[in-house]
Every structure is written in C-alpha cells, then in structure tokens.
C-alpha cells in the first residue's frame, strides 16, 4: 500500500498568482507575510502580494527577516510574531528559504518550544496556522512539499524537519515570477529540481505515481533548463521548468531525496555554496555511487534527460555533467576550500540527514567521505 500526499489546492499555470487573495480569504482575515529581505522587494512581487490580500480583505503583516538559509531563532521569532499579533494564517512568497520558514513559522505560531527542538526529534503533534506558499523560482518546489529546512546554527547543521500536517492549504506555482531570475538562479534552482527529480526516481521510497511525476520533470529540465538560462524571456522554457519543479515536488514529497541532499546541506553552510549549485556539483558524483546497487534506474535517468535510449549509467553520468557544466555550474568541489582536517565533519553531517536513509544504496560515514574525495577530484 502506498500514501501520497499534497497541499490542499494547487494553482498552476501563468496568472495563478493572481488566486493569492481568493485563497487567502478563505482561510483567514490577519496574515503574516514571510519573505526574505530584498529580492521579493526589487522585483516589485511583494507590493503585488500585498495589494492582493488587500483587496481580499485581510490585514497583512509583513515579516521580511528571512535568511538564504533560514535558522531556527529567525523562524522562531517569525512564530512568536504571529500569535502575539493573532494572526490566523501565514503566507510564504518566494524561494525555498521563505517558503520553508513559512511553514516553520505557522508551525511555531501553535507548537511549543524552539522548532530546534523538533529538528532534534521532538514530535510535531498538531497542525500550525493554514499556509499559503507563492513560489517565485523553478526548483525548490517548496510550496508543494512538508519539510522546512532549518540551520541548526548551535551545531552548524542544515536538516529538514517533516510533518504530514505541514502541507500547505494552497501552493500557488506562477511562471511569469520566474521570468525575474537572473541566468545564474535560473540554473542554479533548475539543477535543484534535477535532483529532485533523480533522488525521487530513485529512492527506495519511490511509487509508481512518484516515479512517473519524477520521470517526467527529468524530461521537461532535460529540454528546456538550457533554454531557460539562455533566454530568460522564453515563455516556454520558463513554463516548462515551473511545471518541472512542481511535479519533481509532488514526487520527493512522497518519495523523500537521497545522498546529493544530505552532502550538499553541509557543503553549503560551510563554504558559502548555493544549495541548488551544491546539488548540481555533487550530482554526478552521486549517480556514480548509486550505480553500483541501481544501473537499470540510474541508465532510465539518464534515457529520459537525454531523449534517448540509456545502456550504460556511465551515459546518464556524463549527461547529466554536460548539462551542468553548459548552464555555467562548476562539476565537483575542488575548488572549495576544503582542509582535509574538516572531511570528517562533513562525512558526519552528511549522515545527520535522514535523506540518507531512502539512498538506493545505503551509506556509511567511510562512504559519504568517499564520495566528498571523488568530487574533490572531479572538474
């Protein structure tokens, strides 16, 4: 028997944003808007936001504190905020950080303590505030998903805390947002949602319904996610990659990642590394580790990324390393600043994440250190 959950409505398509008050309205009257710190400002889609719910009729109080990785005590302050002001909803808008501090917040709004503590092991026993996430790039698919990604800024660790009552009531996934992103982002989230994609496919957790989303999401970021970094006008490139990281999220959702996610969280935090382009980095370099327990699955990767049929999973691995190094994304991490003093930390923290657990092919510290030398050498 399998489970597959989503958020409650999902609005897709160009002019869904324009559904954020209608959504809004139905579940509250005074909201706390989550967002990060400038970009939702420059782009002028946070006055559109705002003028939105307005016209709907709620109040809306702005939270614009919002980190490019989002920590515990900002969440909880954004949690503190919320009852303190009684707010009765709580609307993300923006990329994965302000979407998972968005459903942080709305859970902090009604649980107890630090959501540190829930990222420990503390059991999530009801639901938060109903969340309304806008996503404004193709990759994190955080509006579709039930994990907030929070650091754990006492022991320096990013990790994801999952709750099946976290989903949002209403995930709005608009394309023309993602017109406003620059070539460096629009690659950088779109190698995101390829990963996605991959670990979901190839996930131990992994359904039919999981695999046929991930699948194709493979197929439409094989297509287009060039042509989206090329040419950030092009309509249907910009659709495509929505609609690929949208259905790459129903699928890790349900399915859970893989070893990508628990090693590019702490190379990440450490060095400074975006996390889509983390991801990007390490990719080949894990397809290469899984293929030694999946090759049929790792070679049906790379058929659907490539157009083509698949024999080898050395193929899919230079397919994938093609794509990522023609959208500008170095392969491999050796030109981080790495000491060899520090590769047993990050081997430790790569196991701290419960992606490891649905890894097609189960990992050991002396694995993740294998794999972190491999890419050291890559490139």
Same mark, same amino acid.
């Given at each position: 028997m399998?489970e597959?959950?989503?958020?409650g409505v999902?609005?897709f398509?160009?002019?869904?944003?324009d559904?954020?008050?209608?959504?809004?309205?139905?579940?509250?009257?005074?909201?706390l808007?989550?967002?990060g710190r400038?970009?939702?400002?420059?782009?002028?889609?946070?006055?559109?936001?705002?003028s939105l719910?307005?016209?709907?009729?709620?109040?809306a109080?702005?939270?614009?504190e919002?980190?490019?990785?989002?920590?515990?005590?900002?969440?909880?302050r954004?949690g503190?905020?919320?009852?303190?002001e009684?707010?009765?909803l709580?609307?993300?808008?923006g990329g994965g950080?302000?979407m998972?501090a968005?459903?942080?917040?709305?859970?902090m709004?009604?649980?107890e303590?630090?959501?540190?503590?829930y990222?420990?092991?503390?059991?999530?026993?009801?639901?938060?505030?109903?969340l309304v996430?806008?996503?404004?790039?193709a990759?994190?698919?955080s509006?579709?998903?039930?994990?907030?990604v929070?650091?754990?800024?006492?022991?320096e660790l990013?990790?994801?805390v999952?709750?099946?009552f976290?989903?949002?009531?209403?995930a709005?996934t608009d394309?023309?947002?993602?017109t406003m992103?620059?070539p460096a982002?629009?690659a950088?989230?779109g190698?995101?949602?390829?990963?996605h994609?991959?670990e979901?496919?190839?996930?131990?957790r992994?359904?039919?319904p999981?695999?046929a989303l991930?699948?194709?999401a493979?197929?439409?970021i094989g297509?287009?996610?060039?042509?989206?970094v090329?040419?950030g006008?092009?309509?249907g490139?910009r659709?495509?990659?929505a609609l690929?990281?949208?259905t790459?999220g129903?699928?890790?959702?349900?399915?859970?990642?893989?070893l990508v996610?628990?090693?590019?969280h702490? *190379? =990440? +935090?450490?060095? &400074?590394? /975006?996390?889509?382009v983390?991801?990007?980095?390490?990719? $080949?370099?894990v397809?290469k580790y899984?293929?030694?327990a999946v090759?049929?699955?790792?070679?049906?990767v790379?058929?659907?990324?490539?157009?083509?049929?698949?024999?080898?999973?050395?193929?899919t691995?230079?397919?994938?390393?093609?794509l990522?190094?023609? *959208? =500008? +994304?170095?392969? &491999?991490? /050796?030109d981080?600043?790495i000491?060899?003093?520090e590769? $047993?930390?990050?081997?430790q923290d790569t196991l701290?994440?419960?992606?490891?657990r649905?890894?097609p092919?189960p990992v050991?510290?002396?694995?993740?250190?294998?794999?972190?030398?491999?890419a050291r050498?890559?490139g």
């Amino acid at each position: 028997m399998h489970e597959f959950r989503l958020p409650g409505v999902i609005h897709f398509g160009w002019g869904a944003f324009d559904r954020l008050g209608d959504e809004a309205s139905r579940l509250g009257e005074r909201a706390l808007l989550v967002t990060g710190r400038s970009a939702m400002k420059k782009t002028g889609v946070l006055g559109r936001a705002q003028s939105l719910l307005a016209e709907a009729g709620l109040a809306a109080l702005l939270f614009d504190e919002v980190e490019s990785d989002p920590s515990g005590s900002t969440i909880d302050r954004g949690g503190k905020l919320a009852r303190e002001e009684s707010c009765d909803l709580v609307v993300g808008l923006g990329g994965g950080s302000p979407m998972d501090a968005a459903r942080g917040i709305a859970a902090m709004a009604v649980l107890e303590g630090s959501i540190i503590d829930y990222l420990r092991g503390k059991a999530v026993d009801r639901p938060g505030l109903p969340l309304v996430n806008v996503a404004t790039t193709a990759g994190t698919a955080s509006e579709i998903t039930s994990v907030s990604v929070v650091l754990d800024e006492e022991r320096e660790l990013k990790a994801g805390v999952r709750s099946p009552f976290w989903f949002a009531r209403a995930a709005i996934t608009d394309p023309e947002l993602t017109t406003m992103m620059p070539p460096a982002l629009t690659a950088a989230t779109g190698l995101d949602a390829l990963t996605h994609a991959a670990e979901s496919y190839l996930s131990t957790r992994a359904t039919p319904p999981t695999e046929a989303l991930a699948l194709r999401a493979i197929a439409l970021i094989g297509s287009n996610l060039r042509a989206a970094v090329a040419d950030g006008d092009d309509r249907g490139a910009r659709e495509a990659m929505a609609l690929a990281s949208m259905t790459a999220g129903m699928a890790f959702a349900n399915s859970g990642l893989g070893l990508v996610h628990a090693l590019a969280h702490p *190379v =990440g +935090v450490r060095y &400074g590394v /975006a996390h889509g382009v983390a991801c990007g980095r390490l990719l $080949p370099q894990v397809l290469k580790y899984n293929a030694a327990a999946v090759p049929e699955r790792v070679a049906a990767v790379g058929g659907v990324l490539l157009g083509r049929q698949v024999e080898r999973p050395e193929d899919t691995v230079e397919g994938v390393e093609s794509l990522v190094a023609d *959208v =500008g +994304v170095t392969i &491999g991490i /050796a030109d981080l600043p790495i000491d060899e003093q520090e590769m $047993p930390g990050l081997a430790q923290d790569t196991l701290a994440s419960g992606s490891v657990r649905v890894n097609p092919r189960p990992v050991t510290e002396e694995d993740a250190r294998a794999v972190l030398d491999d890419a050291r050498r890559a490139g």
